[in-house]
């Protein structure tokens, strides 16, 4: 009954030893399959942060290029307005001129009255918006 017994608590021992390697050998495999996930998921998360850095860049450059043809456009404007506004004040000064031309013309003046029409004319010019 004693040899039983010792047997029995060897196969005991035994089958407790096996147990015990089985699952080192799950933990093993666990650990190697915990080891596989978090690579794959920081491999994930730098592809997306590389995708969202690209992304952004793309972003970034197509705004300033909207900005370029926005200010390009305002400049382009800006030069315009201007020349019309020179050409407008061009035709005034023409108009003035041959204002002044067709007074001094008409009343037929003297040399002092022509210096008055002419300093008048320029009083007039100064006072012009530009």
Request: a negative charge; aromatic letters at 2%; one cysteine or more.
């Amino acid at each position: 009954m004693m040899e039983e017994r010792r047997s029995q608590i060897e196969a005991n021992i035994a089958n407790a030893e096996k147990e015990r390697l089985q699952a080192e050998q799950i933990k093993r495999e666990y650990q190697e399959e915990m080891r596989k996930a978090r690579q794959e998921a920081q491999e994930v998360i730098a592809k997306a942060t590389k995708l969202s850095e690209q992304r952004a860049a793309e972003i970034l450059a197509a705004a300033h290029g909207e900005a370029e043809k926005i200010k390009q456009s305002a400049l382009a404007d800006i030069e315009r307005e201007r020349d019309r506004a020179i050409a407008q004040v061009q035709a005034q000064v023409a108009d003035l001129s041959v204002a002044v031309a067709e007074k001094i013309i008409r009343k037929n003046l003297d040399v002092r009255g022509q210096e008055d029409m002419i300093e008048q004319f320029i009083q007039e010019v100064g006072e012009l918006p530009c």
